[in-house]
């Protein structure tokens, strides 16, 4: 089979960036595309009863932290932990989304620009002034993607993909579907490697 | 550093079950051994405020049966899904806390014997009379241990074995630490290579 794989994730989630500097290359590997599909966590939770993982000042709250950083270590990826976490996604999803419409390589770089200005250099990707910087550097037009964040067919496109990602069974990031078949979490790559190149197992 | 890991569990736990398959052959690569900790998730849940991951009908829920059974064949290890799941463990808990302070080379062999009589016999390992027969299956003498889980210090034993293991961090199953470093879930097994190849990465 050759249907494109599709990815499910939050640009605030630590895991979902992991697996956003992998997936392609993996896909590739093995003659595949990569859909991708930023969503709001938040809307998932909701919708689903589940907890976001890192909730709370518990031990597990402590280790997810601490996992965060020496699991990009141990896929050899640059990781600085962000010192606001987490934030809300909702600019950067729209922005993903409006470029998509027009360029869907643009909107990839957008993404992976986003991911690292985050998880990398720190930034407040929360602001729309951060997301139009982070576009405008792309060379991406500020003035046009502005508007484009206040408008009510942007704003209902992001709600539509959260639902149609829910209907689809996420319920976390970052979640892939291969040939219907869900992985949850970057650490499941090492499985989705082997069912691309088993066709299953 | 030459200190053994320390492996903590709940007989009940998939993933536990799928780390007990490995764990002693990845630390003897690198010339450790390893103390294996029978523990009770509903203790460490309830003090830490944590949720069972399968709790309901949700997609997570439908999602993690459904990995359990997948991550076992990517790792080469036999699994049947059981009829009954979870389990009370405290009886194979005490169990093997017994047998361990008499021989821990049999007390090894009976955990084994109870994770396969689960997740690949369907063996009821809540039951007692069940307990009992996995260790005669050993030549373990059935009155003695009989005995012996109603023993008022082997009940203590394993209360403060749970205690101990809050105590360390421990908040899940598997949950493994190597020199200080903790590594929760079956999925951290490649990160525990890493580890103990490269002293720390």
Same mark, same amino acid.
């Given at each position: 089979? &050759?249907?494109?794989?599709?990815?499910?994730?939050?640009?605030?989630? /630590?895991?979902?960036?992991?697996?956003?500097?992998?997936?392609?290359?993996?896909? !590739?590997?093995?003659?595949?595309?990569?859909?991708?599909?930023?969503?709001?966590?938040?809307?998932?939770?909701?919708?689903?009863?589940?907890?976001?993982?890192?909730?709370? !000042?518990?031990?597990?709250?402590?280790?997810?932290?601490?996992?965060?950083?020496?699991?990009?270590?141990?896929?050899?990826?640059?990781?600085?932990?962000?010192?606001?976490? /987490?934030?809300?996604?909702?600019?950067?999803?729209?922005?993903?989304?409006?470029?998509?419409?027009?360029?869907?390589?643009?909107?990839?770089?957008?993404?992976?620009?986003?991911?690292?200005?985050?998880?990398?250099?720190?930034?407040?990707?929360?602001?729309?002034?951060?997301?139009?910087?982070?576009?405008?550097?792309?060379?991406?037009?500020?003035?046009?993607?502005? &508007? !484009?964040?206040?408008? /009510?067919?942007?704003?209902?496109?992001?709600?539509?993909?959260?639902?149609?990602?829910?209907? !689809?069974?996420?319920?976390?990031?970052?979640?892939?579907?291969?040939?219907?078949?869900?992985?949850?979490?970057?650490?499941?790559?090492?499985?989705?490697?082997?069912?691309?190149?088993?066709?299953?197992?």
């Amino acid at each position: 089979m &050759t249907e494109p794989l599709d990815f499910y994730f939050d640009f605030s989630s /630590p895991y979902g960036y992991l697996m956003s500097e992998k997936i392609d290359a993996v896909a !590739a590997a093995h003659g595949r595309k990569v859909r991708w599909h930023p969503v709001l966590l938040g809307v998932i939770f909701q919708a689903t009863g589940s907890h976001p993982p890192v909730a709370g !000042a518990s031990s597990k709250a402590t280790y997810m932290m601490h996992d965060f950083h020496r699991s990009a270590r141990h896929m050899g990826i640059p990781y600085n932990p962000p010192s606001r976490f /987490p934030l809300p996604t909702q600019n950067a999803a729209r922005a993903f989304y409006w470029l998509h419409g027009q360029d869907c390589a643009l909107a990839r770089q957008f993404a992976h620009a986003v991911y690292r200005g985050f998880f990398v250099n720190d930034l407040d990707i929360s602001s729309p002034d951060t997301v139009l910087d982070i576009a405008a550097g792309l060379g991406i037009n500020r003035d046009q993607l502005a &508007t !484009a964040l206040q408008a /009510p067919e942007i704003k209902a496109r992001l709600k539509d993909e959260c639902e149609q990602a829910l209907a !689809a069974g996420v319920f976390g990031s970052p979640h892939v579907i291969v040939d219907g078949e869900h992985f949850f979490g970057a650490d499941r790559l090492p499985q989705i490697e082997h069912w691309l190149a088993s066709g299953g197992f």
